[in-house]
């Protein structure tokens, strides 16, 4: 069975850095493209980053451009995120999820699989 397991949420200051992981199993890998989105109380899921399979090209949200940069190890089966520069409003849950299609776009619908999420909390 297919699944994705995040990690490496946390408390961090404003200005800080994390690095997201997000482990996967049950299919192969490295003929997936990856998205990253988070949903903050009370608000939609929104995109944050995409990574095609072979990781030749990414996308991100224009309010994580030049903050936050995806990258995945079809070795290790896993993807990644890290966060520079942290503002009190990325403060969410971040999931990461297997596109459905060839590129992974900014529509959650577009992505067939999901994990549990992992909490990231800013403070000011």
């Known amino acids: 069975q297919a699944q994705l397991v995040e990690s490496g949420g946390g408390l961090v200051q404003a200005g800080g850095s994390l690095r997201l992981s997000c482990a996967a199993s049950?299919?192969?890998?490295?003929?997936?493209?990856m998205g990253w989105f988070r949903q903050a109380p009370g608000k939609e899921r929104e995109f944050v980053a995409s990574?095609?399979?072979?990781?030749?090209?990414?996308y991100y949200a224009d309010s994580v451009s030049g903050r936050f940069a995806v990258s995945r190890d079809n070795a290790k089966n896993a993807v990644y995120l890290q966060m520079n520069s942290l503002k009190p409003e990325d403060t969410a849950v971040y999931y990461c999820?297997?596109?459905?299609?060839?590129?992974?776009?900014?529509?959650?619908?577009?992505?067939?699989?999901w994990g549990q999420g992992t909490q990231v909390t800013v403070s000011s």
């Open positions: 999820a297997f596109a459905a299609g060839p590129i992974g776009t900014k529509i959650p619908d577009e992505y067939d699989l």
């Open positions: 049950g299919r192969t890998f490295s003929t997936y493209a």
């Open positions: 990574i095609t399979w072979g990781g030749g090209r990414t």
